[in-house]
């Protein structure tokens, strides 16, 4: 598939889903993908894109930055504290904010900067041991302790059990969110875009559907 074909896809979600046209933010997921892949998406128009790495977004945009105006990069894997500070250089919005001690040190530096990337935090719909994210019961007072630190807390993020239906999982988040008054909605990706978009998502991650699958 190709830029062209999602975006029209995320438009007839939008139209479908009675929601304004461009409601929907679509992030292009580009870890992993070659650098020609991603120009060519940047040559199609593309502008916001999601890396799940720190150090590989560091390794590319700032090329890319100087050859394409306006590109806006969102986070949406795991951060290291350490990581923290390259982050909030680097992106302009976190999607994986998902513990306390990571929400102290962006707080820091936020301080420090003056300024801060919007923040989504991630919320571990499925309980999944293995997966990042607060707890679906912790999600309240981690967002309040966000606040209590200033914070720009603009969202919820999830990333459903893989193999299992996503609306549930999307109208959890969904109502996360509503009951904090927050507005963003991070959800969705190659396969279940659609369905994210009927339930309210803001922002929908989309990698291999535009790039084709990650090599290696
Ligand atoms: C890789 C990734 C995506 C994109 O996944 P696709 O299935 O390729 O669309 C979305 N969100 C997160 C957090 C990811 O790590």
């Known amino acids: 598939m190709t830029l062209a074909t999602i975006t029209e896809r995320l438009r007839a979600a939008e139209a479908e889903a009675g929601r304004a046209p461009d409601s929907v933010t679509l992030i292009a997921v580009s870890k992993v993908q070659s650098e020609d892949r991603v120009r060519a998406v940047l040559q199609q128009g593309q502008r916001i894109f999601g890396e799940n790495r720190v150090q590989e977004a560091q390794t590319r945009w700032p090329e890319f930055q100087q050859e394409f105006e306006d590109i806006s990069l969102h986070l949406i894997g ?49 309980a999944e041991p293995q997966k990042a994210g607060v707890l679906p019961e912790d999600a309240d007072a981690m967002i309040a302790q966000m606040r209590g630190m200033d914070l720009p807390v603009i969202g919820a993020m999830c990333i459903p059990p893989a193999g299992e239906d996503s609306a549930p999982h999307f109208q959890m988040l969904a109502q996360i969110a509503e ?38």
């Not at 998902?98 to 719909?125: I, K, S």
């Open 179 to 216: 009951r904090n008054g927050l507005t963003g909605l991070s959800m969705g990706m190659s396969d279940d875009f659609e369905t994210a978009v009927a339930l309210g998502a803001t922002h929908v991650r989309v990698g291999s559907a535009i790039f084709g699958a990650r090599e290696g």
């Open 78 to 126: 795991p951060l290291q504290t350490n990581k923290a500070r390259a982050a909030v250089e680097m992106f302009d919005a976190i999607h994986s904010v998902d513990r306390p001690r990571l929400a102290n040190t962006l707080a820091r530096l936020a301080q420090e900067r003056g300024a801060c990337p919007d923040l989504f935090v991630q919320v571990n719909t499925g």
